[in-house]
T-cell receptor, first 116, second 110 residues
Framework: DTGVSQDPRHKITKRGQNVTFRCDPI?????LYWYRQTLGQGPEFLTY????????KSRLLSDRFSAERPKGSFSTLEIQRTEQGDSAMYLC??????????????FGPGTRLTVL | GIQVEQSPPDLILQEGANSTLRCNFS?????LQWFHQNPWGQLINLFY???GTKQNGRLSATTVATERYSLLYISSSQTTDSGVYFC????????????FGDGTTLTVKP
């Protein structure tokens, strides 16, 4: 399977615990994105990387959230001191941007987080 | 920021019917994608269509960028077409932030 993969697919945690999610993009893609989706809403942008550089962060990404892409390949999203409001589907996407003006994003299956 | 509105929010069809889903956006965009979200939450790429018309089987899409809207047509709908359809826009190819609408939930009854 050469698509975007995410791990774990489901995570149940207690309020106050830290959680970390992983995303592996399509191998030749240089951009990687994180989104969050709550019930009945469209995905909301959190942050994105071009190679290993984090180029943009949403206001939604509070101090408790941190994302890394240390070698420009896989990425991790960590949430510290989880709150019930963090319960959502966390989606990762990747794309390739080069000399051709096209930025088509491909999504992984998501990680569903439930905070009790 | 850019606003994206999708209509209708909900659509119920009998199998075999045709439908049109609409996506309006508030500013000029360079990228527009249509997705189908399956019951497990996976977003499936349907079209990359910043302008013009494309067709893929029973699905087709048209984007009129100058008038800031896109349409997704589903013909001869099947029960497997059920799910949520999203459009997502990107203001600039070099920007990272895609803005999604809230989706159209399609239910196709047998």
């Amino acid at each position: 399977d050469t698509g975007v993969s995410q791990d774990p697919r489901h995570k149940i945690t207690k309020r106050g615990q830290n959680v970390t999610f992983r995303c592996d993009p399509i191998s030749e893609h240089n951009r990687l994105y994180w989104y969050r989706q709550t019930l009945g809403q469209g995905p909301e942008f959190l942050t994105y990387f071009q190679n290993e550089a984090q180029l943009e962060k949403s206001r939604l990404l509070s101090d408790r959230f941190s994302a890394e892409r240390p070698k420009g390949s896989f990425s991790t999203l960590e949430i510290q001191r989880t709150e019930q409001g963090d319960s959502a589907m966390y989606l990762c996407a990747s794309s390739f941007t080069g000399t051709v003006t096209r930025n088509e994003q491909f999504f992984g299956p998501g990680t569903r987080l439930t905070v009790l | 920021g850019i606003q994206v509105e999708q209509s209708p929010p909900d659509l119920i069809l009998q199998e075999g019917a045709n439908s049109t889903l609409r996506c309006n956006f508030s500013d000029s965009v360079n990228n527009l994608q249509w997705f189908h979200q399956n019951p497990w939450g996976q977003l499936i790429n349907l079209f990359y269509i910043p302008s013009g018309t494309k067709q893929n089987g029973r699905l087709s899409a048209t984007t009129v960028a100058t008038e800031r809207y896109s349409l997704l047509y589903i013909s001869s709908s099947q029960t497997t077409d059920s799910g949520v359809y999203f459009c997502a826009v990107l203001k600039s190819t070099n920007a990272g932030k895609s803005t999604f609408g809230d989706g159209t939930t399609l239910t196709v009854k047998p």
